[in-house]
């Protein structure tokens, strides 16, 4: 069983076109991150969020972590080829140890 | 400044033989981290330094894999003997000041192939 459950795992999507990607658990935490790692790279941090309900905005991506701070969503608004990647969520499990997700893979066609 | 440095980037061996993996994290982070990535099975990870310390080992599949971090700028995964369900791209990341609110940064990771 995933800690982080992560929806859609796939997702192609026309450049422009908006879009949501999910991370669940039944678990709180007390922060979540996302990651985004492209093909032949490691995974790069996009943001930490750390307060239940809070928002963050990265250009055209907005984050949010869930009231309870047991999910977390991203939302791209016109995506562009550009944002083709696989996108991971983690957060904390016990006290020292990040646990990922198993992650969406977006496409953006142009 | 220069990022998490792995090598070899690629490695293709037989099955049974040793393969080691190189890791040179971020001067100055106090933690790092070793972890594997598979299409089945996503990012997980192996082991976890502080210090120099090993911290948390439960993620190492069983007692072929082991790791050393000799000093604060270097570490090394080794397995042996290699099998062939140890294929997989194996990251290092290092980071500062603990786990959890603080960015973990990874390096381009190693594409290990047993035949």
């Known amino acids: 069983t995933q800690l982080l459950e992560q929806s859609p795992q796939f997702l192609s999507i026309q450049e422009g076109e908006n879009l949501t990607v999910y991370c669940n658990s039944s678990?709180?935490?007390?922060?979540l991150q996302w990651y985004r790692q492209e093909p032949g790279e490691g995974p790069v941090l996009l943001v930490t969020?750390?307060?239940?309900?809070e928002v963050k905005k990265l250009k055209r991506l907005t984050f949010q972590f869930g009231d309870a701070r047991k999910d977390s969503s991203l939302h791209i608004t016109a995506a562009q080829p550009g944002d083709t990647g696989l996108y991971l969520c983690?957060?904390?499990?016990?006290?020292?140890?990040?646990?990922f997700g198993q992650g969406t893979r977006l496409t953006i066609n142009p | 400044d220069a990022g998490v440095i792995q090598s070899p980037r690629h490695e293709v061996t037989e099955m049974g033989q040793e393969v080691t993996l190189r890791c040179k994290p971020i001067?100055?982070?106090?933690?790092l981290f070793w972890y594997r990535q598979t299409m089945m099975r996503g990012l997980e990870l192996l082991i976890y330094?502080?210090?120099?310390?090993?911290?948390?080992d439960s993620g190492m599949p069983e007692d072929r894999f082991s790791a050393k971090m000799p000093n604060a700028s270097f570490s090394t995964l080794k397995i042996q003997p290699s099998e062939p369900r140890d294929s997989a791209v194996y990251f290092c990341?290092?980071?500062?000041?603990?786990?959890?609110?603080?960015?973990?940064?990874f390096g381009d990771g190693t594409r290990l192939s047993i035949l």
């Open positions: 969020v750390v307060t239940g309900g």
């Open positions: 678990s709180v935490f007390s922060s």
């Open positions: 990341a290092s980071s500062h000041r603990g786990i959890g609110n603080q960015p973990q940064h």
């Open positions: 983690a957060a904390t499990q016990g006290a020292q140890k990040l646990v």
């Open positions: 330094f502080n210090n120099n310390v090993p911290i948390d």
């Open positions: 001067s100055g982070h106090d933690y």
